[in-house]
C-alpha cells in the first residue's frame, strides 16, 4: 500500500552487522505490526506498538515507534543467517476495526 | 499452525474457471482476513469478514467474492479466473485479545495458466 512506505527494499548485510528497516506511514498510526516471512512461507508475527515512544524487542530484534514521524523502526543487532527473510510492517490507520494495510516488504540477505 | 489452515496449499487452473480458496479457524475468531501477495506490491486485501454473513471490500476486490456461513470457514471465490490473480494468497485471523498481530495461514499459491 502507498500508504505505508518501507525503506530499503532489499538490504545485503555481513553476517554480525546491525541494521535498520523503516516504515513510514503518510497517516495516523493507530497500531504498527511487524512480520518476518521466510521465502515460500507464511508470516510471523514479531511485535505490535501502539503508543508514540514505545519500544520492544524480542531476542535481537528491536522495533521502536516514532509518532511525530509516524515512523517505525526495527533494528536488528548482530544479524544472523537466521535473520534473513522478508520483514514487513503493517498499520492500523483507523480508529476502530479497519484491517492491516502493509508495506511492501523488505528482503533481506545475511551473508556470512 | 495457531488453529488456521489454508486449502489447497497449491493449485494450478485455466482461464475462465470458477476456483474456491478455504481458510479454516479452530479458534472461534470473529475477524477473517484475505490477502493476496505479489512482487512489487506486498501484501493486498482483498476481502475481510467481521462475522457470519458479515463481509466487507478490500483494496483489490474486483473478480473475488467471499463467503462465511459459518464462524470458522471462510471462502475466497474467484469468479472467472485470470492471469492477473495468479499470486500467494493468504488468510489471517484477529485473536481476540489486544498486543497479537494477525494470525497468518501458510498461504495457497494459485497459478492461472
Known amino acids: 500500500s502507498q500508504e505505508l512506505e518501507q525503506s530499503p527494499q532489499s538490504l545485503i548485510v555481513q553476517e554480525g552487522k546491525n541494521l535498520t528497516i523503516n516504515c513510514t506511514s503518510s497517516?495516523?498510526?493507530?497500531?504498527l505490526y511487524w512480520y518476518k516471512q521466510k521465502y515460500g512461507e507464511g508470516l510471523i508475527f514479531l511485535m505490535m506498538l501502539q503508543k508514540g515512544g514505545e519500544e520492544k524487542s524480542h531476542e535481537k530484534i528491536t522495533a521502536k515507534l516514532d509518532e511525530k514521524k509516524q515512523q517505525s523502526s526495527l533494528h536488528i543487532t548482530a544479524s544472523q543467517p537466521s535473520h534473513a527473510g522478508i520483514y514487513l510492517c503493517?498499520?492500523?490507520?483507523?480508529?476502530?476495526?479497519?484491517?492491516?494495510?502493509f508495506g511492501k516488504g523488505t528482503r533481506l540477505s545475511v551473508i556470512a | 499452525d495457531a488453529g488456521i489452515t489454508q486449502s489447497p496449499r497449491h493449485k494450478v487452473t485455466e482461464t475462465g474457471t470458477p476456483v474456491t480458496l478455504r481458510c479454516h479457524q479452530t479458534?472461534?475468531?470473529?475477524?477473517m482476513y484475505w490477502y493476496r501477495q505479489d512482487p512489487g506490491h506486498g501484501l493486498r486485501l482483498i476481502h475481510y469478514?467481521?462475522?457470519?454473513?458479515?463481509?466487507d471490500k478490500g483494496e483489490v476486490s474486483d473478480g473475488y467474492s467471499v463467503s462465511r456461513s459459518k464462524t470458522e470457514d471462510f471462502l475466497l471465490t474467484l469468479e472467472s479466473a485470470t492471469s492477473s490473480q495468479t499470486s500467494v494468497y493468504f488468510c489471517?485471523?484477529?485473536?481476540?485479545?489486544?498486543?497479537?498481530?494477525?494470525?497468518f495461514g501458510s498461504g495457497t499459491r494459485l497459478t492461472v495458466v
Open positions: 489471517a485471523i484477529k485473536p481476540g485479545q489486544g498486543g497479537s498481530g494477525y494470525t
Open positions: 503493517g498499520a492500523v490507520l483507523n480508529s476502530g476495526n479497519t484491517p492491516l494495510v
Open positions: 497517516k495516523t498510526l493507530y497500531g
Open positions: 479458534e472461534n475468531h470473529r475477524y
Open positions: 469478514s467481521y462475522g457470519v454473513k458479515d463481509t
